[in-house]
Nanobody
Framework: QVRLLVSGGGLVQPGGSLRLSCAASGSIFSANPMGWYRQAPGKQRELVASITSGGLITYADSVKGRFTISRDNAKNTVYLQMNSLKLEDTAVYYC??????WGQGTQVTVSS
């Protein structure tokens, strides 16, 4: 059974930083793409960033230059470093593995 444990959300002021982590159990991690998604109130869930097993990275235009996705295959963990956070980054953030499995959401609130 695949389990994804997400941590690192919280409340931050505009311009601040947070780092999200998603730890995967089982053998799903190293050979599969991983992604971060977010869903703001009243909006559809959207892709924030993804990284393939080979390290190919994609970002949403809205976070390019501010967010960095990375993975540590030895730890079965994918990270999302979020810098220069904006009010509009407020959302519940989700981790996704292999295009199929979802972790629990973590709330990120950017507020002054």
């Amino acid at each position: 059974q695949v389990r994804l444990l997400v941590s690192g959300g919280g409340l931050v002021q505009p311009g601040g930083s947070l780092r999200l982590s998603c730890a995967a159990s089982g053998s799903i991690f190293s050979a599969n793409p991983m992604g971060w998604y977010r869903q703001a109130p009243g909006k559809q869930r959207e892709l924030v960033a993804s990284i393939t097993s080979g390290g190919l990275i994609t970002y949403a235009d809205s976070v390019k230059g501010r967010f960095t996705i990375s993975r540590d295959n030895a730890k079965n963990t994918v990270y999302l470093q979020m810098n220069s956070l904006k009010l509009e980054d407020t959302a519940v953030y989700y981790c996704r593995a292999a295009g199929v499995y979802w972790g629990q959401g973590t709330q990120v609130t950017v507020s002054s």
